[in-house]
């Protein structure tokens, strides 16, 4: 019953390789999120999306793409992963896109050799 | 035990003191405010909140204030336990459209039994 699910935990990879983090949230929350934690606990929002439409994409290489398939889920797929890719990445999920409270997930360690 | 600013990545306290958590916020149009909690191998957890027709508002154990004038934030933990041990981030939104969310750097607290 976890309100925010993401999958893989922990993501170990080549350079070059290509790659997909999945996020589901059972909250029935209309607007979620993506961003990337640095080695320094540096917290960045990359994309926002509601109900299945993007609304924020902030400066982010287009080897990003997100892909929200229903608005229960939102999955980011990397193309091409670089060695500056490694961080861990959060999925996190708000009622709206209006000043409310963000629920997190667990994280996905993505490491890039 | 205090921290200042975001100057001094690391408070450590005993046991059952007092902690203040300071964050000093960039854009003086902001008028939403969250406190989360980060430990350790966990996503970013929602502590308390302030709008910023407030100066202070308090929840089970934590207070957070708010000062416009000098645009900063405050974290106050009464009676700190080993469990608070954390990093600390404050974020910062602005009123319009889509909210954005600014995290601070953070602040890592240690408490000592």
């Known amino acids: 019953d976890t309100a925010v699910s993401q999958t893989p935990k922990y993501l170990v990879t080549q350079m070059g390789n290509d790659k997909s983090i999945k996020c589901e949230q059972n909250?029935?929350?209309?607007?979620m999120y993506w961003y990337k934690q640095d080695s320094k606990k540096f917290l960045k929002i990359m994309f926002s999306?509601?109900?299945?439409?993007?609304?924020i994409n902030e400066t982010v290489p287009n080897r990003f793409s997100p892909k929200s398939p229903d608005k229960a889920h939102l999955n980011l797929h990397i193309n091409s992963l670089e060695l500056g890719d490694s961080a861990v990445y959060f999925c996190?999920?708000?009622?709206?896109?209006?000043?409310?409270?963000?629920?997190f997930g667990p994280g996905t360690r993505l490491l890039v050799l | 035990g205090e921290s200042v600013g975001l100057h001094l990545p690391t408070l450590s306290v005993q046991e059952g003191d007092n902690s203040i958590i300071n964050c000093a916020y960039s854009?003086?149009?902001?008028?939403?405010f969250i406190w989360y909690k980060q430990e350790s191998g966990k996503g970013p957890q929602f502590i308390i909140d302030?709008?910023?027709?407030?100066d202070k508002r308090q929840g089970q154990r934590v207070t957070v204030l708010l000062n416009k004038t000098v645009k900063h934030l405050s974290l106050q933990i009464a009676a700190t336990q080993p469990g608070d041990s954390a990093v600390y981030f404050c974020?910062?939104?602005?009123?319009?459209?889509?909210?954005?969310?600014?995290f601070g750097r953070g602040t890592s607290l240690i408490v000592h039994p």
């Open positions: 974020a910062e939104m602005l009123p319009g459209g889509s909210y954005i969310p600014t």
């Open positions: 996190a999920s708000s009622p709206d896109q209006g000043g409310e409270t963000q629920y």
């Open positions: 302030i709008r910023s027709n407030m």
């Open positions: 909250l029935g929350h209309d607007t």
């Open positions: 999306y509601n109900n299945k439409e993007l609304i």
């Open positions: 854009n003086s149009a902001s008028d939403y």
